[in-house]
């Protein structure tokens, strides 16, 4: 969607200019060309080398540099791309924008442009729920302006609350909804009629949305591991530490999804703004699907048991001096990936599923896709030289109809990120 689209960047000077950086990124290696216009206060957190080894195209911010001006005017610049994005969109950069002043190379830029412009905006808290803040953006809206964000969250300054830039991968669903004509420009009571779009919570601006596409999308996530009891004292389970589980139910969320999360025993938190069901063994999180059915996507990152013990014994099993350990009889679990594959009327529109494995990654993935039935499926190694069991990255595999794709070795909420935004644009 993004090939051969030319995205001109404009970086504005706060601490989430670095995120600039992995957004280059992305958008390159959906072929989009990119080049940057860096402000003199966005300079002070990325240095132009940076954004030009990223873009591989020359940065620019002197707006009275004979070289540029007469190599790439400031008017030129500013129309031959196809869309403008502004981030980090700060508190300065929108009132300057808003008051339509030309007092740099990126206002100017801003300024001259026929072309559409998408604003990220990041900024202490206090500073985005300004009744001023909030005149400037809803003025922009009103005049066509795009808006990704502002997330809420932990700030740099230990605050906490919306004013955090959107993720890079937000950002790049926002501009492919662009150029897909989901996310358009106009008057704020026009723009807060589909449901790709909602006013973020405690802001009084109409103008400030953030680019939702799974709203109104059931979703279903399982994770963590499951707990098959041997007797009271003792069970049968494994290292799943629920990590990437519950990273895409928070990118799900994040997306509008209106998620479950059916979760194993497990340590981290739970993902905001999430419906969370906690369950010990595979009969239990195969009954919570269920309750939780019918759903437009259904997700079972969940490391379930293969099998669970026959009898479980209902009091300690004592070992006795000689004697041998007891015998244990096992009987497969109930298979909750194939079951939600299966045919039928609350069948979810996509399955996903994972595929932990230890050796042949992709072919047995390949082959787990079409025995369970499911649409989709990520792949990982799970061996211990790996440490994806409870470590915080994960390197994957996306197996589909159309073959096996291998994601660079990321973090685990960058890999339930690209992640959801795979599932909007299926549903897109």
């Known amino acids: 969607m993004l090939r051969d689209k030319r995205i001109l960047l404009i970086v504005g000077g706060g601490i989430a200019a670095f995120k600039c950086l992995d957004l280059i990124r992305r958008l390159r290696e959906r072929g989009a060309a990119v080049r940057c216009v860096l402000t003199e206060s966005a300079a002070k957190f990325v240095t132009p080398l940076s954004l030009q080894a990223l873009s591989e195209d020359r940065v620019y911010g002197d707006m009275f540099s004979l070289t540029d001006e007469s190599e790439m005017g400031h008017i030129q610049l500013s129309r031959q791309a ?39 905006p990041a900024m202490n808290v206090r500073m985005w729920l300004h009744p001023a803040t909030q005149a400037n953006v809803g003025l ?3 005049r066509g302006t795009m808006f990704v ?102 990118a799900l969320a994040a997306l509008g999804a209106d998620v479950t999360l059916v979760s194993g025993p497990v340590a981290v938190a739970d993902p905001p703004g999430v419906r969370v069901v906690r369950v010990e063994s595979a009969d239990q999180m195969l009954a919570a699907c269920r309750d939780a059915s019918p759903v437009d996507i259904a997700v079972c990152a969940a490391a379930v048991a293969d099998w669970k013990v026959a009898n479980t014994a209902d009091a300690k099993l004592k070992k006795a001096p000689g004697a041998k350990p007891p015998a244990i009889d096992l009987v497969p679990n109930p298979d909750i990936l194939a079951t939600l594959s299966a045919p039928g009327p609350d069948r979810p529109a996509l399955v996903i599923g994972f595929a932990a494995e230890t050796e042949n990654v992709v072919a047995n993935a390949i082959a787990k896709r079409a025995r369970k039935g499911c649409d989709w499926i990520l792949a990982n190694d ?6 994806t069991f409870g470590g915080d990255d994960n390197t994957v595999h996306l197996v589909t109809t159309e073959g096996a794709e291998a994601w660079p070795p990321q973090s685990k909420d960058a890999v339930a990120r690209e992640l959801a935004r795979r599932v909007a644009a299926r549903f897109a």
């Not at 700030?155 to 937000?170: I, S, V, Y």
């Not at 501009?175 to 919570?201: H, N, Y």
């Not at 596409?213 to 009891?229: F, N």
């Open 82 to 120: 196809d869309l403008l994005v502004v981030a980090p969109a700060t508190a300065n950069l929108l009132a300057r924008m808003a008051g339509g002043m030309a007092d740099d190379l990126a206002a100017t830029v801003l300024l001259a442009t026929d072309k559409p412009v998408l604003a990220a």
């Open 149 to 250: 964000g502002p997330n809420a969250g932990a700030m740099a300054c230990n605050e906490h609350g919306p004013g955090r830039m959107a993720e890079p991968l937000e950002i790049v669903a926002a501009i492919e909804s662009i150029f897909a004509g989901k996310l358009t420009a106009g008057p704020p009571q026009a723009r807060l009629a589909g449901p790709d779009t909602i006013e973020l919570p405690g802001t009084r601006s109409e103008g400030a949305l953030t680019h939702r596409p799974l709203a109104g999308r059931k979703a279903l996530v399982t994770s963590g591991p499951t707990r098959e009891a041997i007797d009271p004292v003792r069970y049968i389970s494994n290292h799943s530490s629920g990590k990437q589980g519950h990273a895409i139910a928070r």
């Open 382 to 387: 799970v061996s211990p030289a790996t440490g």
């Open 140 to 142: 922009l809206g009103a």
